[in-house]
Nanobody
Framework: EVQLVESGGGLVQPGGSLRLSCTAS????????MAWFRQAPGKEREGVAS???????NYADSVRGRFTISRDNAKNTLYLQMNNLQPEDTGMYYC?????????????????WGQGTQVTVSS
């Protein structure tokens, strides 16, 4: 089993940037897909970005061109660079791993989840 700990969330003005990090407790999942999901109040959890062991990536249409996902397997860490943030990006952001071999955005395909970090975009 692996524990995931997210950090880097906060309050930012529209147009601002944040960088989220997710550190895993083990290197055992370095070849698995890892992903970021988010959930806004009253809405379902949605996939934001994912990256597989070959470093292939996949993004939700709503964030493509603004967000960048990356991973550093030597540090057991997943990142999400978020630029030009908008109020609709507000939500709890979760890191997940134990996914398939391809960059999936389907939450049911992931086994392990972090506790989440809050991102609020507001003026």
């Amino acid at each position: 089993e692996v524990q995931l700990v997210e950090s880097g969330g906060g309050l930012v003005q529209p147009g601002g940037s944040l960088r989220l990090s997710c550190t895993a407790s083990t290197t055992d999942y370095s070849t698995y897909c890892m992903a970021w999901f988010r959930q806004a109040p009253g809405k379902e959890r949605e996939g934001v970005a994912s990256i597989d062991g070959k470093l292939d990536t996949n993004y939700a249409d709503s964030v493509r061109g603004r967000f960048t996902i990356s991973r550093d397997n030597a540090k057991n860490t997943l990142y999400l660079q978020m630029n030009n943030l908008q109020p609709e990006d507000t939500g709890m952001y979760y890191c997940a791993t134990g996914g398939p071999w391809y960059p999936s955005l389907a939450s049911e395909e992931f086994t392990y989840w972090g506790q989440g970090t809050q991102v609020t975009v507001s003026s």
